[in-house]
């Protein structure tokens, strides 16, 4: 069957550092995305993975090792407005979501 | 503004009406697609249309169905629904190819009483 998972919810502080872990297990694989979605809002783009390893996006980075099923969104320099869920999908010819992780940033 | 609306922002219906959920984009995309979005669950997809026809429907009850009049309108038609389907219906765009990344709209918010 199609898995995504991903930890529920995360609590980091302002100024740190923060890995969002996202295991999967699909019956297809052509690449792997990370959203972002604040309370209220539309999912928005941040990275999208084909390829092993690490893309940096400013703050953001994603990881991906596609024989372990495994991917992580690294935030850098946490901000208060990082505050938000990060959704995993995976392309298997249709884009399957995690449930999210809903990150929590603490002054 | 990612380029997709979506109206009505919020809906509250009983089980006994009809109501129609709209989505435009203003991308360029061809393809389009209707999600479903509930607590605690992952972003379930319903429907999706490419070039303007279906070709995905995920074992949607049929008390929902799309509509894509052409590339830039899609639209959610609502009837008899249960209160289950209260959720936040997300409408997104893609441009066919092999990233597919998706462009979503801000939602509509339903409740059903």
């Known amino acids: 069957g199609q898995n995504i998972d991903q930890p529920t919810e995360m609590t980091a502080t302002e100024g740190a550092i923060v890995q969002i872990n996202c295991t999967y297990q699909t019956s297809g694989f052509n690449g792997l995305f990370w959203y972002q979605q604040h309370a209220g809002e539309a999912p928005t783009f941040l990275s999208y993975n084909v390829l092993d390893g690490l893309e940096e996006k400013g703050r953001f980075s994603s990881f991906l090792s596609r024989s372990k099923g495994y991917s992580y969104l690294l935030l850098k320099e946490l901000q208060m407005k990082d505050s938000a869920s990060y959704l995993c999908?995976?392309?298997?010819?249709?884009?399957?979501f995690g449930k999210g992780t809903r990150l929590h940033i603490l002054p | 503004e990612t380029g997709v609306t979506q109206t009505p922002r919020h809906l509250v219906m009983g089980m006994t009406n009809k109501k129609s959920l709209k989505c435009e984009q203003h991308?360029?995309?061809?393809?389009m697609y209707w999600y479903k979005q509930s607590a605690k669950k992952p972003l379930e997809l319903m429907f999706v249309?490419?070039?303007?026809?279906?070709?995905e429907n995920n074992s949607v009850p049929s008390r929902f169905s799309p509509e894509c009049p052409n590339s830039s309108h899609l639209f959610l038609h609502l009837h008899t629904l249960q209160p289950e389907d209260s959720a936040l219906y997300l409408c997104?765009?893609?441009?066919?190819?092999?990233?597919?990344?998706?462009?979503f709209g801000e939602g509509s918010r339903l409740t059903v009483l």
């Open positions: 991308l360029g995309h061809n393809a």
């Open positions: 249309y490419s070039l303007e026809e279906r070709v």
């Open positions: 997104a765009s893609s441009q066919e190819g092999s990233v597919r990344e998706l462009f």
């Open positions: 999908a995976v392309n298997d010819d249709k884009i399957i």
